[in-house]
């Protein structure tokens, strides 16, 4: 938002902050219009100033953790690893050590990805992708978390391998909805951290962190996960079990696919019983609940889409307003920061 003096004002501009007089009555609220004529009553009330957003109040690129070039190609370098992988023949998985570097790296290169609020959006339940999103997601929460680069790295190593067990099954994991499947078919998923922890704990270039992410990433604090339910679960290993769940609930990997707000709700349910409170407190203040371009109906039964985020207040988005209670289409542009609103908050979404 900026500040203009009445002078400055072309019409059409959009208020940012409510319009008062000196008593405090308000003339205009925020998310008004200003119109041409409207100026000349302003200098006549003796308002010199007014706060409106910037002329082209559009809708913003999403945020996402890795840059699109560099998320293709370390997923395109992980799947090349993978895909040659075979059973206890391990060596050129080493290459992953650097792979974990490089995102790293593009990471904490990108002032945004620390300050801001990120989109992450429904996508395909691609394997490869998956175990890059875990790992760019750790080690952001990590980062968030102010750990050190040492353990950041062996947290990134073990969820970039988290589910390479997988690749030891011929079970397909894929938007199954585990309520339905057969106990010898969930017996045989729940087995995939055994396998991939088995296929590589002798190997020196993987650090006891590491290791243990792939054999505790599904383990919970209530000792209702798998496969061994264990409750001794390192800092580490909580912040990969958070990232994988969200991770898996949003792509459709060994759950039913469901809504990203769904996922923020499910944490947050879960937080200090399943979860590590720390972990998911860190995890989420950096993930958008609503991102860009999510259609929603607030309380007061508007409809509007989300044309911004607020940092350190991610249920409460900056939206526009489409349609008024009535269904009818709201002409010109008026703007809700629910920040600021307090009285309105987003009740649903438009599938």
């Known amino acids: 938002m900026i500040r203009k003096k009445i002078e400055e004002l072309k019409g059409n501009e959009i208020l940012s902050k409510p ?200 383990e919970t604090l209530d000792g209702e996960g798998f496969p061994v339910h264990s409750r001794q679960i390192s800092k580490e290993c909580c912040i990969a079990m958070v990232c994988d769940t969200f991770d898996e609930m949003v792509s459709g990997i060994g759950y039913e696919r469901v809504k990203l707000y769904e996922v923020v709700e499910y944490l947050k349910n879960y937080k200090n019983v399943k979860f590590d409170g720390k972990a998911v407190d860190a995890f989420l203040s950096f993930i958008a609940v609503y991102p860009t371009g999510t259609m929603v109906i607030t309380n007061e039964g508007e409809r509007g889409v989300v044309v911004r985020q607020n940092k350190d207040f991610q249920e409460r988005p900056v939206i526009r307003i489409t349609h008024n209670a009535k269904g009818e289409e709201v002409t010109g542009i008026v703007i809700k920061d629910l920040v600021k609103v307090h009285n309105i908050f987003i009740e649903s979404v438009i599938e």
């Open 19 to 218: 319009l008062m007089t000196l008593d405090y009555q308000i003339i205009l609220p925020e998310g008004a219009q200003i119109k041409l004529d409207y100026i000349e009553r302003f200098k006549a009330l003796g308002v010199t100033d007014v706060w409106v957003f910037e002329e082209h109040y559009e809708e913003t690129d999403a945020l996402t953790v890795l840059k699109d070039n560099i998320h293709s190609s370390v997923k395109q370098k992980v799947k090349d690893i993978l895909e040659r992988h075979t059973y206890q023949n391990n060596e050129e998985l080493s290459e992953l050590l650097t792979t974990v570097n490089h995102i790293m790296n593009a990471i904490l290169e990108d002032e945004n990805v620390l300050e801001q609020v990120l989109e992450l959006r429904q996508r395909s339940n691609d394997l490869y992708e998956h175990s890059v999103n875990v790992c760019a997601l750790s080690i952001l929460t990590a980062l968030k978390c102010k750990m050190d680069k040492k353990s950041i790295h062996e947290l990134g190593v073990g969820c970039l391998l988290h589910d390479i067990g997988l690749r030891y099954q011929t079970l397909d994991v894929f938007c199954l909805n585990m309520s339905e499947i057969s106990k010898q078919d969930m017996s045989e998923y729940r087995k995939h951290p055994i396998y991939g922890y088995d296929a590589l704990k002798n190997e020196k270039w993987l650090s006891p962190i590491s290791l243990n992410i792939i054999l505790l990433h599904h």
